[in-house]
C-alpha cells in the first residue's frame, strides 16, 4: 500500500488539518506548486493508477497496465466524511494497493480510503509520498520522502538523466536481458476483493429506515460493524454505518439497493483500512 501522489495528499491534508473545502485546498495547492494549472491526472487518480502498474509490473513480474488498475480519484470527498474519518480514528488517504494472491492474481487500485490511525500512511501529511512494503524476509518498511514540488521533481528528473549519461560515456548498450517482463497477466477482479466499508447515507429521518437498510446489508451477508445517527434538525440527516469485511460485489448490490429507496437523497460510501 502506498501514498504516491503528493498533489492529493496536500489537498487531503488541509482539507483535514484546515477544514479547507476541496476547491480551495486545490487552489492552495495551486498556488505553491504542488498541482499543476490542470490537476486532472492527479485528483482523478490518474497518476498513482499509472504508477501503481509500473511498480506491480517491477514487483509480480507481469506485463500490468495502467488499465488493469481499478480507480477513484478524490474529486468528490466532502468536508462532513473527513470530519467523519477523524471522528472514528481514521484519516482519509488515497491510496494505491498492489498485491498478489494464490495463482498470482494481482490486485490493483487506486481510491480514496478511510486509513486508521495506528496504520503509519496515516501520519503522511502535505505533498509527502510513502510506500509500505511487506517481503518475505524483511517483514514490512516504509519508504518516505516528498512526492510533489518544484525541488523534488527536479531531483528525480536529473537522476535520470545522469543515469542515461554515464551509461552513454561507459559506452553501455540496452541489455534486453537486464529486465525481461512475462507478457502474460493475472489480474484479480475487484468484484472479489474484500474490504471494510464507511457508508453515509442522507436519508429521512422516519421510523423504519434503519431496519429497512440493515435488511438490505443483512440480505447480501455484509455485517454491521457500527451505526452513527445524529439529529441535525434538518429534512435529510446522515446515517453512518462501519462494516465488517464484505466482498466487493455483495457490497455494490447493496449500495445499489439502498440507493433506490424513496428516502435516500444520497449515499457515499468509503473502503477502510486497518
Known sequence: DGIINGTTNYILTQMTDKKLPFSEALKKAQELGFAEADPTLDING??????????????????????DVYLEGIENIELIDIQNAQELDYTVKLVATCKIHEGDQVELRVHPTFVSNDNPLSQVENEYNAILVDSDFLGESMYYGKGAGARPTASAVISDIVELGSKICSKKGYNEHFFSLENSKKIKPISDIPSKFYVRIMTKDEPGILAKVTKVFGDNHISIASVIQKDTGKEFIPLVFCTHEAKEKNFQNSFQQIKSFNFVEKIVYYRTAD
Open 46 to 67: 490518474d497518476d498513482a493508477a499509472s504508477k501503481i502498474a509500473i511498480l506491480a509490473s517491477l514487483s509480480f513480474n507481469q506485463n500490468i497496465s495502467r488499465d
